[in-house]
C-alpha cells in the first residue's frame, strides 16, 4: 500500500489531534504549562517500527496500550522512558497533595495517564468520524521497547492482521524538564484502508 | 457529610478520587469494579457513588444498568477518561447524576456532589 504525502499529511492531523491533546492531558495532570513541539509523524508497516523510535532506548521503557474498535480498530500505545514516567508521576502526587512513594504508585498512575492520553486520542477521532469507539482495557508493559511492543510487531502470532504502526514523538517541557512520549497507533489492515479513504475524500 | 462508594479498577485514581472526597469532608468506601460496587452499595447504602466505566467484571455502563433496575435510586457521578458524547448521552440516559471526565478538578467533582446530595450531606440547600 503506498502512503502518499497528501495522505500522510491527513493521517499525521489525526495523530496531531491526539498529540495536542495529550499534551493538554499532562499540563493538567501535573499542574504547569506544558510546551509542546511539533511531534515527529511516522507511518509504515508494523515490524518496522522499531528502528524509527531512535529516542526510546535502553531497558526501562514503559507502555501502556489500549485496544479500540470502531470505524477504525486497532491499538494505541503511550511510550515513554523510565525517567520521564518517574518524573510525571512525582509532579503529579505533588499536584494531588499525595504523599506517598511514588516508585510504589508509579506503574498504576502511569497505567492511568495512558488510559486518559489515549481515549483523549481516540475520542477526539469519534468527532472526525462521527462514528463511536469501545475501548479495552489498558495494558501496563515495562522493559526494553522490543518487550513493550513485541505484541503488536506481527512476531507473536498477529502477522498480517496489525500491518501498519502511525507514530508520533513529541517532546514536552515542563517548566525546566524535558520528558519525550511517543504515541503509537497499530492498525489493522482494514482500518488503514479506511483511513486511507477517508484522506482521499478530504483531497 | 455524605457516605461516598467510589468505584474504579485503578488503585491510583480510588486513592485520587478519596482524597479530594476526604478533603471536602466525605466518608468513602471503594470497590475496584461494578460488580463488587453493586454488593458494597446493597450492604453500606451510601449517599452517592462515583463511577468508572472501562473496568474488567462488570464495567460502568452495565453497573448503572443494574442500579437502576434496585429500588431506592442512589446518585451516580460518572467519572471516566472516556470524552465521547455518545459515551455521555448513554450514561445520561442510563440515570446518571452527572458526567467528569478524567483528570477532573477538586472543584468539578464537589460541584457535582453538591448537585445530587442533599442539603444536610453537603449539597445544595
Known amino acids: 500500500m503506498i502512503v502518499d504525502d497528501a495522505r500522510k499529511e491527513f493521517i499525521a492531523e489525526l495523530l496531531n489531534i491526539g498529540v495536542g491533546r495529550a499534551g493538554s492531558v499532562v499540563s493538567e495532570l501535573v499542574g504547569a504549562r506544558v510546551v509542546l513541539e511539533v511531534p515527529d509523524i511516522e507511518i509504515c508497516r508494523s515490524q518496522d517500527v522499531l528502528p524509527t523510535l531512535t529516542a526510546l532506548r535502553g531497558d526501562d521503557i514503559i507502555a501502556v496500550s489500549q485496544g479500540f474498535t470502531g470505524v477504525l480498530g486497532g491499538d494505541a500505545a503511550l511510550v515513554i522512558n523510565g525517567f520521564s514516567g518517574n518524573l510525571i508521576v512525582h509532579r503529579l502526587l505533588q499536584q494531588i497533595g499525595d504523599d506517598g512513594d511514588p516508585a510504589t504508585m508509579r506503574d498504576e498512575a502511569i497505567t492511568e495517564i495512558g488510559n486518559i492520553v489515549v481515549n483523549s486520542l481516540v475520542g477526539a477521532w469519534s468527532k472526525v468520524f462521527c462514528d463511536p469507539f469501545d475501548f479495552g482495557l489498558p495494558v501496563f508493559r515495562r522493559g526494553t521497547l522490543e518487550d513493550c511492543l513485541a505484541p503488536f510487531l506481527g512476531t507473536g502470532g498477529d502477522q498480517g492482521r496489525k500491518t501498519y504502526a502511525v507514530s508520533g514523538s513529541a517532546h514536552f517541557s515542563v517548566n525546566d524538564f524535558f520528558i519525550m512520549g511517543t504515541l503509537i497507533v497499530f492498525f489493522d489492515e482494514k482500518s488503514i484502508e479506511t483511513l486511507m479513504g477517508a484522506a482521499a475524500e478530504q483531497r | ?125
Open chain 2, 1 to 125: 457529610m455524605a457516605k461516598v462508594l467510589v468505584i474504579d479498577d485503578s488503585g491510583f485514581q480510588r486513592r485520587w478520587i478519596t482524597r479530594t472526597l476526604t478533603a471536602l469532608g466525605h466518608e468513602t468506601i471503594e470497590a475496584v469494579n461494578g460488580l463488587e460496587g453493586l454488593r458494597v452499595a446493597g450492604a453500606e447504602r451510601p449517599d452517592c457513588i462515583t463511577v468508572d466505566l472501562n473496568m474488567p467484571e462488570m464495567d460502568g455502563i452495565a453497573f448503572l444498568g443494574n442500579l437502576k433496575s434496585g429500588e431506592t435510586p442512589i446518585p451516580v457521578i460518572v467519572i471516566t477518561a472516556n470524552i465521547q458524547d455518545d459515551t455521555r448521552k448513554l450514561c445520561t440516559e442510563l440515570g446518571a447524576a452527572a458526567f467528569l471526565n478524567k483528570p477532573f478538578k477538586p472543584t468539578e467533582l464537589e460541584q457535582a456532589l453538591s448537585a445530587c446530595l442533599p442539603a444536610e450531606d453537603g449539597g445544595k440547600p
